[in-house]
């Protein structure tokens, strides 16, 4: 494939295959239909517009279909847009596959499942070696190919363990800072925190809300799911408790979706590593895709704002007087 949507400018032309990650109806004030389309390639998405749409254009032109069009990068409300010259859906004889369209993470699923074995084997407290390693057991295939969101940070193939490796990376230098910190505990938290999302989200390619997920959420399911297992395994006690609370309190405030906020050194600290590490994410994908001397587009997990490329390169050189 040629280059990513994501390196086009603002009117620069474009054409050629993409593959429809979501599709809406619209009507406009003059009451004529349009479609929203938000397209994807492994480099990211973009939002287009298919003006005066038709009855057969709403039957075509649906999720997790593959579109050959022309157009042109324009610029709304701050954000990049396609405006669309022509379009079709793709055929047999074009050769493009779902597959080509789906961005994965810069790791191997099988070196961050290794990662993942290597942190459990680190932990020294059975009970909780136990419960982590029985849902990394149950939930290995999802877990290595589900992304971390519907949007935002690591939504991509293998994001999840991508996103929990990164913070267990983290955490391992943190522990050696602060050795009086319950690795343990830590790097359970880690490992479980989003792994709910195997529920809460439907899969790889259109990922959207499951209704376990629209009604429930990923932080109720996997604080249920810890009781349950460590039933299975007959394991009572204080950890199963803390297992939980690291759970519901991960995302920090009641206001960004935590039942209860951290109330042990761990929770705090698991809070504080997933929002570096997501914010992180953010923000390098973002910068990747413009050039030295030049603003992102707004992010709006980050309050709406536009992140400045300095020009000039690191410099190692320590400088003499």
């Known amino acids: 494939m040629q280059n990513g949507i994501k390196n086009y400018q603002v009117g620069d032309k474009f054409s050629g295959f993409m593959l429809i990650k979501e599709m809406t109806k619209g009507v406009t004030s003059t009451g004529k239909d349009f479609l929203t389309l938000i397209l994807r390639d492994t480099s990211g998405e973009i939002e287009a517009k298919l003006w005066d749409a ?6 075509l ?71 982590t390693r029985a849902f990394i057991t149950k939930y290995k295939e999802e877990l290595l190919t589900f992304p971390a969101a519907v949007s935002n940070h690591h939504a991509y193939v293998s994001g999840l363990a991508h996103h929990i490796t990164s913070m267990l990376a983290l955490a391992r230098e943190i522990c050696k800072l602060y050795p009086e910190l319950n690795k343990d505990l830590l790097y359970a938290g880690i490992i479980l925190h989003d792994l709910g999302k195997v529920k809460e989200l439907s899969g790889l390619v259109t990922t959207s809300y499951t209704l376990q997920g629209k009604l429930i959420g990923h932080i109720p399911l996997m604080v249920e799911e810890i009781g349950q297992i460590a039933n299975e395994l007959n394991i009572e006690g204080e950890e199963v408790i803390i297992l939980q609370h690291l759970v519901l309190s991960h995302h920090g405030k009641a206001e960004w979706g935590s039942p209860r906020p951290p109330l042990i050194r761990e929770a705090e600290i698991l809070h504080l590593i997933d929002l570096m590490d997501a914010k992180m994410n953010m923000l390098n994908r973002a910068l990747e895709h413009v050039e030295p001397g030049e603003f992102t587009e707004r992010l709006f997990p980050m309050d709406n704002r536009s992140f400045y490329k300095p020009t000039f390169e690191p410099n190692y050189t320590i400088m003499k007087k």
């Open 61 to 131: 032109y649906q999720a997790e279909v593959i579109i050959y069009l022309t157009g042109e990068i324009t610029q709304f409300r701050g954000k990049a847009q396609l405006k669309i010259y022509s379009i079709r859906p793709s055929e047999e004889t074009d050769g493009v596959h779902i597959a080509d369209f789906v961005e994965k993470a810069p790791v191997e699923k099988e070196v961050l499942f290794d990662r993942l074995k290597a942190a459990v084997l680190e932990m020294q407290n059975l009970n909780v070696q136990e419960i």
């Open 54 to 59: 038709r009855p057969e254009d709403m039957k």
